[in-house]
């Protein structure tokens, strides 16, 4: 079985948004306007994809999805065989917490660590080092939330542009 980092979307290493100059052309006028909007929605993206690849990533203890980790300009993490509890780090507000602070051109990091992730997402065919025979077909859930990544720049700033507009009506009454 291939070593190496685990699975994970990367969005300045190429596989999402190569940093704050790429992706300001990937956004509209409106959000180029302020540092702030384009911080919002970049993090918002983000979020977005992070939820897309947790709602799409195979499932069958629950260990998978609980080892997921969201780092900011960090390396992703070595992979690890435990499965202390299945209760890992990862909750929706985690992931929030770790991006609260990254600005556009930083470089998000969600990573699986368990071991298999790998193999889950790119598939694998043959016999492991442990002698086991695995004919596991590709699932691919992180690189398919990686192709959705234009259309969760054009939601987030959809949402972005409307948070603004009720807080302009709420302003006026």
Do not use: C, H
Not at 3 to 24: D, E, M
Not at 53 to 71: H, K, T, Y
Not at 95 to 106: N, Y
Not at 120 to 129: I, M, P, S
Request: aromatic share 10%.
């Amino acid at each position: 079985m291939a070593r190496g980092p685990t699975v994970g979307v990367f969005t300045r290493s190429g596989r999402v948004s190569r940093g704050k100059g790429r992706f300001a052309s990937q956004v509209d006028e409106w959000v180029q306007q302020t540092e702030k909007r384009i911080n919002a929605v970049f993090r918002l993206s983000t979020q977005k994809t992070i939820t897309y690849m947790q709602e799409n990533a195979p499932v069958q203890d629950g260990f998978l999805r609980a080892s997921l980790v969201v780092l900011v300009n960090q390396n992703a993490p070595a992979p690890d065989k435990s499965q202390k509890d299945g209760m890992g780090q990862y909750t929706d507000a985690y992931m929030q917490l770790q991006i609260a602070g990254a600005v556009a051109g930083d470089r998000i990091t969600a990573a699986y660590t368990m071991e298999y992730a790998r193999r889950l997402e790119f598939g694998f065919v043959g016999t492991d080092a442990l002698g086991r025979t695995y004919n596991q077909p590709p699932r691919g859930w992180t690189r398919l939330a990686a192709q959705q990544w234009k259309r969760f720049v054009e939601e987030a700033t959809a949402e972005a542009k409307a948070r603004v507009a009720s807080k302009g009506r709420g302003s006026k009454s």
